[in-house]
C-alpha cells in the first residue's frame, strides 16, 4: 500500500502502552532525593501523565496530574492505577496545563513540561536508537507529534547516528500548533479540537521546537478521518491496539502528498500509542477501510 518497505516501531507494547514511559522514567530517576520527597506534578491529556505516574511509582515519588475534563478514561483509569492523583480541569490540554502550573507553586512541587525537559528527550531518545540499531540501513522516520518530544528525540539521534536519516514529524490538521510554529519559525497558538489526544496541543513547546527547526526534515499535518482510517489498518495488520495517534505516521504514509517520497525506500514508522477508548475504538472500525 506505500510502496516502501516498512517497519513499525511497537511503542504501544510499552508498559504504559506509549513511547513517553521512555521519558518518564529516565527524568524521575534523576530527581535529587528532596525533590522525590516533595512529589512531581504534570499536566497531560494521557500519555505523558501515564509516563510521570510510572516513573514515579517505581521510585516512590508522590505524583499529580491534571488532564482536561474529557480525557480518554482509559489513560485516566491508568495513572490512578499508578497511584497518581488525578485532577481534572478545564475543557482542553492548555486550561488544564495552566492550573497544573499554579498548583505546582502552591504545593512546592517539580513541575514537569510535556516538553521542554531534555531527561524527558533523552529518554524518548532510546526509541530511535533501537531503529537504527535494528535496521541500521533506515532512510525515513515518521513520527507523531503533540509537543514534539518524540520527533525531536529522533532528531538528535539521527544527526549523531545517521546523518542522512529523513525525520518526518505528522500532526493533526486540526490541531496544528507545532506544525503551524515550525513552518513560521516562531511559537504560534492554534485551535485544539482533533480527537486524537496524543496529538493535540494548542501551543508548541519551546525546546522541541528549537531542535526541529535545526534538524527535523519535513512536517506534515493529515485530517482525524485519515488517523481512523490508519487506525483500522494498524490494528487489523499488526494485530495489536493502536491509538489514533499512534497511528498518524501511517496515515502520512497514505497521503497522495507524502507517499511517492517514500516509494522503494527503507521507512519506519513509529506506532507510539495503544491507548485507545471504547469510542475511539469503535469509531475506527466502522471507519471504511482503505483501498488496497
Known amino acids: 500500500m506505500v510502496g516502501a518497505a516498512v517497519w513499525v516501531k511497537h511503542e504501544n507494547l510499552m508498559p504504559t502502552g506509549a513511547f513517553k514511559v521512555r521519558g518518564g522514567i529516565n527524568l524521575t530517576s534523576r530527581l535529587d532525593p528532596e525533590t522525590r520527597r516533595r512529589g512531581v506534578i504534570t499536566a497531560s491529556t494521557g500519555n505523558h501523565g501515564q509516563s510521570v505516574a510510572y516513573g514515579a511509582h517505581l521510585f516512590g515519588i508522590p505524583a499529580t496530574v491534571c488532564v482536561p475534563e474529557h480525557a480518554n478514561p482509559v489513560k485516566v483509569e491508568a495513572m490512578r492505577d499508578l497511584g497518581a492523583e488525578v485532577i481534572c480541569v478545564g475543557r482542553a490540554f492548555d486550561e488544564a496545563r495552566a492550573h497544573c502550573e499554579a498548583l505546582a507553586a502552591e504545593r512546592g512541587l517539580r513541575y514537569v513540561h510535556a516538553g521542554n525537559e531534555p531527561d524527558l528527550i533523552a529518554g524518548v531518545a532510546t526509541c530511535t536508537l533501537e531503529i537504527l540499531e535494528d535496521q541500521p ?41 507545532a506544525h503551524d510554529s515550525w513552518r513560521a519559525g516562531e511559537m504560534v497558538e492554534r485551535p485544539n479540537t482533533t480527537t486524537a489526544e496524543g496529538v493535540a496541543t494548542g501551543t508548541a513547546f519551546e525546546l522541541p521546537q528549537r531542535i526541529m527547526r535545526e534538524l527535523l526534515t519535513d512536517f506534515v499535518l493529515v485530517e482525524d478521518r485519515d488517523l481512523l482510517t490508519a487506525t483500522r489498518l494498524m490494528i487489523e495488520k499488526t494485530r495489536t491496539l493502536v491509538e489514533p495517534a499512534g497511528a498518524a505516521p501511517l496515515a502520512a504514509a497514505l497521503d497522495p ?19 485507545i477508548s471504547p469510542a475511539q475504538l469503535a469509531e475506527a472500525l466502522a471507519t471504511p477501510a482503505p483501498e488496497s
Not at 144 to 163: D, E, H, K, L, Q
Not at 257 to 273: D, I, K, M, T
Request: charged fraction near 15%; charge should be positive; glycine fraction near 14%.
Open 137 to 177: 540501513e533506515i532512510d525515513v522516520i515518521l513520527v507523531a507529534v503533540g509537543g514534539g518530544s518524540g520527533a525531536s528525540a529522533a532528531c538528535i539521534v539521527a544527526g549523531v547516528v545517521r546523518p542522512s536519516l529523513e525525520v518526518i514529524g505528522v500532526q493533526s490538521a486540526r490541531s496544528p500548533a
Open 257 to 275: 502528498a507524502v507517499a511517492p517520497r517514500l516509494r522503494g525506500r527503507r521507512v519506519a514508522l513509529v506506532c507510539s500509542g495503544a491507548n
